[in-house]
């Protein structure tokens, strides 16, 4: 066979600006529209297309989207590859080695990160026998067909719902999708976390339907609260207040403003048979924890485990400002010696930033705090060293002296 039949000579491609190369050489894999010099050819909506310096140097293969800031997202630099079916199956099969050696026989685990297990916009979860999909970049959604298929064979799963409905889609000029994808109809689905009963909804949870990546935090809660009295703040399905009831908690406060989560979290106590230890309360946090200060309520351990507040470093201002607020209240709520479990998982507040907010809010508070333990995701959310966007959720252990 002569090269021209494996590989047409004149892929599609895009050209650099001058000097616009720097973050790829370094393997960074996005690639802003602001860089792009000029299309070449004519490729489609998540195509595969070779990105080239100004001089023609080959950078790697990305995926193109045409409406997006990120004109293409690489899914590998090295020019010899080719981005076919077997590309992907290798990709796949890489993740799901790191998720069977790190943790062998965990029923709910996030078995591929997107960027950071090289195939960029795509998340997918597995929750026992099931998987959910996430396709929010052009590429993945051009692959989508062909990656359902080989995570039907390389997972052995019965089901795989998409989940495909990021707010970012629309900003990449893609249709949101959720549904089934192959299998049966899929609703609710149980399954087991550090041997307690949880169940995740596939269409309407948040994010696939569980916060797998406070797995390692949910278990390093239940290590340390025996006995004592503690304030789960944005609870959502109660997953730290049933890991911690289960753990022998003395009793937990869970706040949420949605009605439906504290439902779910109802459900997940009960069926943990927790239930009795529990209070669930619908209100806005911000003014809850006034109330409870105002009540001159004391809590051993709160958790503040609040959204998104700043997606972006455009954001990040009025951000600060509320993580400034709920935390410098959790001091006031703890007792001496009490601990404070407080995360942030916006994109736009980084590390060294959410730890100055929390030492001003301590500061604040009129308390001395130690830092304990930095926290962050489990071994299923890594972060690839090229892509530091990749480390959105940040937590920090406390404690008030
Ligand atoms: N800690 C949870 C995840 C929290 S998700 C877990 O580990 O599973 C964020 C939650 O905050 C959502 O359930 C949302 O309903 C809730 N929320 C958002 N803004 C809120 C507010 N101002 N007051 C109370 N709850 C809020």
Redesign the pocket.
């Known amino acids: 066979m002569n090269q021209t039949a494996s590989r047409p000579l004149r892929l599609p491609g895009l050209r650099l600006k001058a000097g616009r190369e720097r973050s790829l050489l370094r393997r960074h894999p996005w690639v802003f529209s602001g860089a792009v010099d000029r299309v070449e050819g004519n490729p489609g909506l998540g195509q595969t297309v070779a990105v080239r310096s100004a001089d023609g140097a080959f950078l790697g293969w990305g995926a193109y989207s045409p409406d997006s800031r990120i004109a293409a997202r690489i899914w590998d630099f090295d020019e010899s590859t080719v981005i076919d079916v077997p590309f992907f199956r290798a990709r796949l099969a890489r993740a799901l080695a790191l998720r069977e050696r790190l943790l062998p026989g965990e029923q709910a685990v996030r078995l591929v990160h997107a960027e950071s297990d090289g195939l960029p916009g795509l998340v997918v979860d597995r929750y026992g026998d099931v998987l959910t999909l996430q396709a929010s970049s052009a590429g993945a959604q051009h692959w989508r067909e062909a990656i359902a298929d080989l995570l039907l064979e390389l997972t052995g799963v019965t089901g795989i719902f998409e989940r495909s409905d990021a707010d970012s889609l629309a900003v990449e000029g893609l249709q949101p999708r959720t549904g089934t994808l192959r299998g049966p109809e899929l609703g609710e689905v149980p399954f087991q976390e550090q041997g307690l009963r949880f169940r995740a909804n596939l269409a309407h949870g948040?994010k696939t339907g569980?916060?797998l990546d406070?797995r390692d935090n949910?278990a390093l809660l239940g290590s340390l609260c025996a006995g004592q009295e503690v304030l789960?703040?944005?609870?959502?399905?109660?997953?730290?207040a049933t890991v911690a009831l289960a753990r022998g908690a003395k009793h937990v406060t869970l706040?949420?403003?949605?009605a439906d989560?504290l439902d779910t979290a109802a459900v997940h106590l009960a069926d943990n048979a927790v239930a009795a230890g529990a209070e669930l309360v619908q209100?806005?946090?911000?003014q809850?924890l006034r109330r409870l200060r105002d009540q001159g309520r004391s809590f051993d351990i709160v958790?503040l485990?609040?959204?998104k507040f700043a997606p972006t470093v455009a954001t990040a201002e009025r951000a600060a400002r509320g993580y400034k607020d709920i935390n410098l209240l959790a001091f006031k709520l703890l007792r001496p010696g009490g601990l404070l479990f407080t995360f942030s998982c916006s994109g736009g507040v980084s590390a060294d930033l959410f730890r100055k907010i929390v030492a001003g809010a301590a500061l604040d508070a009129g308390v001395d705090a130690q830092v304990l333990r930095h926290l962050g995701p489990g071994h299923d959310h890594p972060v690839d060293l090229s892509f530091p966007e990749g480390e959105y959720l940040k937590g920090l252990l406390c404690r008030r002296c």
């Open positions: 948040h569980f916060y406070q949910r789960d703040c944005f609870c959502y399905v109660g997953a730290f706040v949420d403003s949605s989560a209100a806005d946090v911000f809850y958790v485990d609040p959204p």
